[in-house]
Structure formats: structure tokens, C-alpha cells
């Protein structure tokens, strides 16, 4: 329903700005003049400005241009994505140091090694490296992604597949077997088993519509509903709960963790084997640049290296460090990392996540599945040297993301763990993660054919697990080569989520309606720094919490009707109708405990579909 | 097919969007407000290969911008992988010129330094060449109805080009005249540019990463939520 002081969207405000434009001799050129350049300084007035191009604050930015704000969006770095930015080694330097002159809110603890063969006359660029500051990954199925498809801002972008996900235990690497065809073809798995894992995924992409199965475990832990109910061992709770539901420790509850493994399943296979999606040259940096381009596209203005230092709600006027001043008819909207001194209506930042970051002298292929570029490594609870009580997670990314050079990898490692435990966990991890890694790569893999799996596609890919296995003996002799390491830890007022919830975005309520005189920053909106999250599933919610608390109503979010048809997007009822028949089919040759993979062809149809045997 | 990338920069108002709507759509308007819109066009032409003399089809992927440029705030995305720049300036604002010479400073400081050149760290400089740049001067027909008007001398503008080894013309978006042309020579100049690089690394190994396309689901379950 529309609030009914929902502004006017773009379309009923054209008419208008054309009357006004006919009255006017129209070629004199509105901004540029022979005597007066540009202007130097910001717009006289806009109606929203945004402090900040996070990645929240790019979302909001995009929407609300859309929607037909005239918005400002200033960043007082040289550089776009602020708290969910892509920095090169020399900036992460800099960066380092101004966090560790308290220069930059919400970050503590920065520690950093970059070696000497990073530099300008060196064998690396520091440009050659994009080190996200908040690494996330893509859920094929996730709002983020609609929104990149419905305002377009994908065609900026490039996209690979994620389809590795490793759980650490017991000291080495267990690959995830999340097809139901690797769950029939591994034959590590008991027949019982195997029934029983189907069962399961049955019910959790259904779980809604059974709660006679899960409330009476409510109380209680996934853990608990696996073993009890669906009669599951160990290895596959884990990777259920650590893997593909990606939680931070055993006391997962139900049912937010049943979405979690949901949110995973259904994202597999929309676009071919894989779960997950990750973007090139860089993560949330690059799709907060795509969206700042598209507010750009539709009328925002942006201006970089500009500090925003206090505002007065009464005169409606922000004044900037250089001393130019805009006024803001509407909204201020202000990112906590770039908060100015006096900022006492900030939320409180209470929780913490510890990450520390590498740029190794290894490729990692070993790691990756088929020509993809990079993977997930999860480290449940009590699975490391350190008796870690949270999960520790990592994203891996190789040279094919154009993120570092060909012969190097970043490892992203982070954990909800907080306090100063957490660094002994990372560390604990990184160990863990180097052994292997040297194990994996000088080891000839033994020449047993059970050690390959072709996939459908005519990849081969090594069973990571038998690998591992069959490694167990060997002793670490080579030392991986470190090019970089970086600690920090950053605050965010966002708790460790399993569900994204609207409330937990919502600027605290004091903000807007307190008035503190000696505060720079009264009735100023504040969004939410980067959750712990590994996904980017916050993003959108955390963005449309305050476009409605600006616009109204959520209702035109991202509304936006492009003049030229798109000819890719018409392809939805085709895949749709035959992505359940699929499901169906899946679901009764379990209950027939019939085995038989081609099954699902009986409907026809199905010529190109890629690993459709999959849950 | 070939395809490339095509950035366009210069002051506001100079007539960059009316360049790519002539040249898209072949439509121009009088009243066209700064940039608004769906700014990602992408058009073909043919070129002729000059030894087979075969017909070879050129995509532009254009990239107009606006709110951006205005502060020197573009982000890095906007440079990267282009193999073209068209910089546009206003024969009847002098400034305009000004504004668009310190675009190209720009362009050659920053596309020559995002080139991933992890490969040929030994001729890093050539990455410089491979970005073409054509300097446009829009609005001739303003000073062929009125002489006065003139602002930028054309002798001036082709000085500077030889000088920074750039292609120029002097065009009018509103009569259609030398636009075609200026896509047409850098289309040929662009071609001209990928045969040489073909030649060169023919042993250079592709990685063979797959990028997915976004809008292409392989399967699309309309009917499962997610969050
Ligand atoms: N007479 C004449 N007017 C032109 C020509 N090209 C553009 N204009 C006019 O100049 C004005 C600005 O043109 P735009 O194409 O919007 O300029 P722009 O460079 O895209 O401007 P921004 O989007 O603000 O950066 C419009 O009123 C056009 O009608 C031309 O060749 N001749
Ligand atoms: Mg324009």
C-alpha cells in the first residue's frame, strides 16, 4: 500500500521538469559557462545525502535516484566501497595506518605484513591485488541478485561459480557432497545413510508445511533434530550445519537453521552446479561501484575525497571539512565508518568480527573444483588446535577472479568469535589451512581412478576427501610463501544472524528523536556496518529499512521501467514449470528406493540442463 | 563477432548522450535533461578487413556516465577493460576543451595502470597503447549557423590530438555529421589493434574461466522464497 506521504517517483515528476524546460532557452549549458567552470563546490541542495559507498549505502543510493531523490553521495576516501571496499596493497597500507590513528570509526587492532617482493620495481603490483575489506559470497538465489538482474547493475559486473565448499575435521579437508548424485556415488556412505540424507533434504526444502517434525525440537539444537529424527551421523550433521547451512556454532537454533540449509539447497542449480556466485576483480567493491554507477545513471551526484562534519537539523544545512555546505531537504544518511568527531547518536558497534587476511605464493588449484577460481573452507567448533568454540570461516579466492596475480591466492579467514580469543583461532586455522595446502600440492596424487570424478559436464575434479585421507601421514616439509597478512577486527552493531530480519537494521530509534547539543550528528539516519555474515543476504533488507524510512513505503523499490526492452530477461516460465516437475521426481525416487538417476528425464525436455540430477 | 567497450568522458552538457543516441538510435533531442536512463547501449557496425577485405562485425558496449565525472569521481569499473575512450568537448565553450584534456591525462595515467599486465611485466608502457582514445568536437553546427560562436579553434584541436597521438573530429550530433565516421574509425582502429594482439600471442594460454550470465537461469524456481 502506498504511505500517503510517499514522495512522487521519477515518471510524475518528468512532466513538470519538461513544462519547465520549454519556458527556458535551453542552450545554455546548466553547468558548465565560459566565465564559470564547474562548480567546485557541492550542489546548493538535494534532497538526501548519503555519507559513505558501502555497499548498503550504494544499494540506497541506486534506489532512491530511481525512485526520483535527487541524491548526493560523498565518500571521504579516494576510493568507492568504504567499509565493503576492494583496495590494492598500498591502500590497505594506508588504510592500516589511519586505523591505528583512531582515524577510522568502528575498526581496531590492525595488524599488517606485506613482503618486499610487493612493489613497484618487484616481481608483484600492489595493483594487481584486490583485497576485499568484507568478503562475501553470492547465493544464486538471494534478493541481492534479483535486484543486480531487475536494475541491471549486473552488466557491469562478471560472475563466477563457487562450487567447493570443505569442512575441516579430524585435521584434514572433507569436500562437500552437496549433489544428490555424489551422495549416491560416494560409496564412503552406508546405503542407510544415503536414505536417510534424502530424507532429510526432503523435509527442509518443505519445512514450513511439517512442523510436527521440528517443533518439539525447538528448544533445542539442529544437532539434536538430525541425529534424533533423521538418524544422522556425525560427518553429515556437520557439514549439514557448517557447511551447507554455513552457522556459527552447535547451538544453532531451529528453525532459523533449517532456512539456512534451505537457502543453500535452492540456490543450486539456477545457474548450473553450484550454490554460490562470486564477483571478478573484486566482491562487495565492485557491486557497490555497479550501483553507484547506476544512481549515477539516474541522476545522482557523487563526489569522492569529501568529509562530511556535522549537520543542523534546524537549517537542514551538512557542512563538509573543506568548508562547502549543502543543504538536505529530506534525509542525511550516514555510514558509522565515516561518523565525524561528536557523533554520540551513533549506535553502539557492540560486536566484533576478527579477520585476517593472506595473499599466499600458491596457486591453491587444488582447492578449487573444475576451471573455477574459488572455494569455501569451514572450520566447525572444537575441529582446531585452539579448541576454537565458534566456527571459523574462509573464503578463498585464486588468480581467475583477477584478484591477485597468476601463482598467488588471498585467503580471507573470520570468525564470530569475540574478544582476544579469536586471533588464536585464526591463527589456529591458517595453520591448518597451510599444512594442507602443502600436503595437497607436493604430493603426486596416486594414480587410483577412484581419486577422479568426471563430472557431467566432463570436468574431472579430485575427491578432495580421499585426498585427504590418504595424506593423512605425510609431514610437513615446505613452508608456504606469505606475501601478506592482515589482522583487524570490525565492530558492527548487527548481532551474528541465522535469518535476516528487518529489526535488526533499524537505525536505534533514539537517534532520530533525540537531540544532543553538542552532537554533530542529531537526526542523522545511520546504516548498519558489514555483519559477520559470510553472504551478502543483509544487503537488501538493510538498504530498504531506510529507503522506506525516507521515501514511506518500500513499494517502488528499485521500480524502475526501462524505456529499451532487455533481450535476455524472458526466459522464466520455461525454466520454472521444469525446475519442479524436477524436484517432484527427485523426491519419489527416494521413496521408491529406486536409485535411478534418469529418472528425471521422463518429463522430456531437459536437453541442456546442466547437473539436473542435483537436490 | 568482436566485441569492445566504449567509454565516453567530458564536461557536462557537451552532448555525450546525444552522440550515443544518434548513434544508436539515430534520434536526437533538443531538450535532453543530463543523463537519465538506461546509459548501457550497445551497437554493431561492419568494418572490412583490410587484407581479406571480409565483412567483420564490431559490438560497441557503450558506457555513458554522468553525476560522476562531475567531481572526478569515477569509480575504477568505468576504466577497466576499455578498449575505447571518446572524449568530448563543446567548439563553443573553451573550457569544455580544458576539462577534456585533463581526461585524457587521466585516462592515459589510469587505464595504462589497470591493465593487468601480470603476463608481460616487460612492456607494461604498450598497455597504454592498446586504449583508444578520440577526441571529439561536438556542436559544429552551431558555428556554421553563426561563425561567432566558435570557441576552440580546429587547427588547435588537431595540434593537441597529433601531439597526444589521439584520433579527432569535429562532429555535430544534432545534424548527424561525422558520427558514424567516429565509430567507424575506431571500430577500424580497434580491429586493427586485436589482429596485432592475436598475432603476437597466439601461444598465450586462455584460462578458461566461465562467467555466468545473471539473466540466464538454468532452472528458475519462481516459487521457493529465499532470505
Ligand atoms: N546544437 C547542438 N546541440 C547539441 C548537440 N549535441 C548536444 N546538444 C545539446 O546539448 C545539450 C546537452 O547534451 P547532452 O547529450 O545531454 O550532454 P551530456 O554531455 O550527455 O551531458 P551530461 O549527461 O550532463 O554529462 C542538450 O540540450 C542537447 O540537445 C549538437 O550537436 N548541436
Ligand atoms: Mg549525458
Known amino acids: ?615 | 563477432m568482436l566485441q569492445f567497450k566504449l567509454v565516453l568522458l567530458g564536461d557536462s552538457s557537451v552532448g555525450k548522450s546525444s552522440i550515443v543516441n544518434r548513434f544508436v538510435k539515430d534520434t536526437f533531442d533538443e531538450f535532453r535533461e543530463s543523463t537519465i536512463g538506461a546509459a548501457f547501449l550497445s551497437q554493431s557496425i561492419k568494418i572490412k578487413d583490410p587484407k581479406t577485405n571480409q565483412d567483420v562485425i564490431i559490438k560497441f558496449e557503450i558506457w555513458d556516465t554522468a553525476g560522476q565525472e562531475r567531481y572526478k569521481s569515477l569509480a575504477p569499473m568505468y576504466y577497466r577493460n576499455a578498449n575505447a575512450a571518446l572524449v568530448v568537448y563543446d567548439i563553443t565553450i573553451a573550457d569544455s576543451l580544458l576539462k577534456a584534456k585533463s581526461w585524457v591525462n587521466e585516462l592515459k595515467e589510469k587505464v595504462g595502470n589497470s591493465t593487468d599486465d601480470n603476463d608481460n611485466d616487460n612492456d607494461n608502457n604498450n598497455n597504454n597503447n592498446n586504449l583508444v582514445i578520440h577526441l571529439v568536437g561536438n556542436k559544429l553546427d552551431l558555428v556554421e549557423d553563426d561563425p561567432e560562436m566558435r570557441s576552440v579553434a580546429t587547427e588547435d584541436a588537431v595540434k593537441y590530438s597529433t601531439d597526444e597521438n589521439l584520433l579527432f573530429k569535429e562532429v555535430s550530433a544534432k545534424t548527424d555529421f561525422n558520427i558514424k565516421e567516429v565509430f567507424q574509425t575506431i571500430g577500424e582502429k580497434l580491429y586493427e589493434i586485436r589482429q596485432k594482439e592475436l598475432d603476437n600471442n597466439n601461444n598465450k594460454q586462455n584460462k578458461g574461466e566461465i562467467n555466468i550470465s545473471l539473466p540466464r537461469p538454468s532452472t528458475n524456481d519462481s516459487t521457493s522464497c529465499c532470505s
Not at chain 1, 50 to 71: H, P
Not at chain 1, 472 to 494: A, D, G, N, P, S
Request: glycine fraction near 4%; hydrophobic fraction near 35%.
Open chain 1, 1 to 615: 500500500m502506498l504511505s500517503p506521504e510517499r514522495r512522487t517517483s521519477m515518471a510524475e515528476r518528468r512532466p513538470s521538469f519538461f513544462a519547465f524546460q520549454q519556458a527556458t532557452p535551453l542552450l545554455v549549458p546548466h553547468l558548465a559557462g565560459i566565465e564559470d567552470p564547474l562548480p567546485e563546490a557541492t550542489p546548493e541542495n538535494v534532497d538526501v545525502l548519503i555519507v559513505g559507498t558501502g555497499i548498503v549505502e550504494s544499494v540506497l543510493a541506486a534506489a532512491l535516484a530511481w525512485q526520483g531523490s535527487n541524491v548526493l553521495h560523498v565518500d571521504s576516501n579516494d576510493y568507492y566501497g568504504d567499509s565493503s571496499a576492494t583496495l590494492t596493497v598500498e591502500q590497505i597500507k594506508k588504510w592500516v595506518s589511519r586505523i591505528n590513528d583512531n582515524k577510522i570509526p568502528c575498526y581496531k587492532n590492525a595488524k599488517l605484513y606485506a613482503s618486499n617482493d610487493i612493489g613497484p620495481t618487484c616481481k608483484y603490483k600492489s595493483r594487481s591485488f584486490g583485497i576485499d575489506l568484507s568478503p562475501k559470497i553470492m547465493f544464486a538465489k538471494s534478493d541481492l541478485l534479483s535486484i543486480l538482474v531487475k536494475s541491471r547493475v549486473y552488466q557491469y559486473l562478471e560472475f563466477q561459480a563457487l562450487s567447493t565448499f570443505h569442512t575441516f575435521e579430524n585435521d584434514s579437508f572433507e569436500k562437500l557432497s552437496n549433489s544428490k548424485q555424489e551422495i549416491f556415488t560416494n560409496d564412503t556412505l552406508p546405503l542407510m545413510i544415503k536414505r536417510n540424507l534424502m530424507k532429510f533434504l526432503k523435509f527442509v526444502l518443505n519445512w514450513e508445511n511439517q512442523p510436527e517434525i521440528w517443533e518439539p525440537y525447538k528448544d533445542r539444537s539442529l544437532a539434536d533434530l538430525l541425529a534424533e529424527k533423521f538418524k544422522l551421523e556425525r560427518p553429515q550433521v556437520f557439514e549439514l550445519i557448517f557447511s551447507i547451512g554455513l552457522c556459527y556454532n552447535t547451538d544453532a537454533k531451529i528453525p532459523e537453521t533449517l532456512q539456512r540449509i534451505r537457502r543453500f539447497l535452492i540456490s543450486f542449480d539456477v545457474y548450473g552446479p553450484f550454490p554460490v556466485l562470486y564477483s571478478k576483480y573484486g566482491g562487495a567493491g565492485e557491486i557497490s561501484q555497479g550501483f553507484c554507477r547506476s544512481a549515477a545513471v539516474a541522476g545522482a551526484t557523487y563526489k569522492l575525497n569529501e568529509k562530511f562534519v556535522s549537520y543542523n537539523p534546524e537549517t537542514k544545512i551538512a557542512t563538509f571539512e573543506n568548508g562547502s555546505k549543502v543543504k538536505v531537504e529530506e534525509k542525511l544518511v550516514l555510514s558509522p565508518s565515516q561518523a565525524p568527531e561528536y557523533s554520540y547518536n551513533m549506535p553502539e558497534q557492540k560486536y566484533e568480527v576478527h579477520r585476517l587476511t593472506c595473499i599466499v605464493e600458491k596457486d591453491c588449484s587444488e582447492w578449487f573444483n573444475g576451471n573455477e577460481s574459488a572455494a569455501v573452507i569451514v572450520f566447525p567448533p572444537n575441529s582446531l588446535k585452539s579448541g576454537n568454540q565458534e566456527v571459523v570461516q574462509a573464503i578463498i579466492v585464486g588468480s581467475g577472479s583477477e584478484c591477485c596475480p597468476d601463482g598467488t591466492c588471498i585467503w580471507y579467514l573470520f570468525t564470530t568469535q569475540q574478544g582476544p580469543r579469536a586471533e588464536l583461532d585464526l591463527d589456529a586455522a591458517l595453520e591448518a589451512m597451510e599444512i594442507s595446502i602443502i600436503r595437497e600440492s607436493s604430493v603426486k596424487i596416486p594414480q587410483d581412478e577412484s581419486l577422479v570424478q568426471v563430472s557431467e559436464d566432463g570436468h574431472s575434479t579430485i575427491n578432495s576427501f580421499k585426498l585427504g585421507q590418504s595424506f593423512k601421514e605425510y609431514v610437513k616439509r615446505e613452508k608456504v610463501q606469505f606475501l601478506f597478512k592482515l589482522y583487524y577486527t570490525q565492530c558492527t552493531m548487527v548481532p551474528p544472524f541465522n535469518v535476516v530480519d528487518p529489526s535488526l537494521f533499524m537505525p536505534s530509534s533514539g537517534a532520530s528523536s533525540k537531540f544532543i547539543p553538542s552532537a554533530c550528528d542529531n537526526n542523522v539516519i545511520y546504516t548498519a556496518m558489514p555483519s559477520s555474515e559470510i553472504s551478502y543476504d543483509e544487503v537488501i533488507t538493510a538498504a530498504k529499512v531506510i529507503y522506506e524510512q525516507i521515501v514511506g513505503s518500500d513499494d517502488d523499490f528499485f521500480d524502475i521501467d526501462f524505456e529499451d526492452e532487455d533481450p535476455v530477461t524472458s526466459s522464466n516460465s520455461y525454466g520454472t514449470s521444469r525446475a519442479i516437475q524436477y524436484d517432484e521426481n527427485a523426491i519419489e525416487d527416494e521413496e521408491e528406493e529406486d536409485i535411478d538417476m534418469d529418472q528425471g528425464d521422463k518429463d522430456g525436455d531437459n536437453s541442456d540442463v546442466v547437473g539436473k540430477l542435483e537436490i
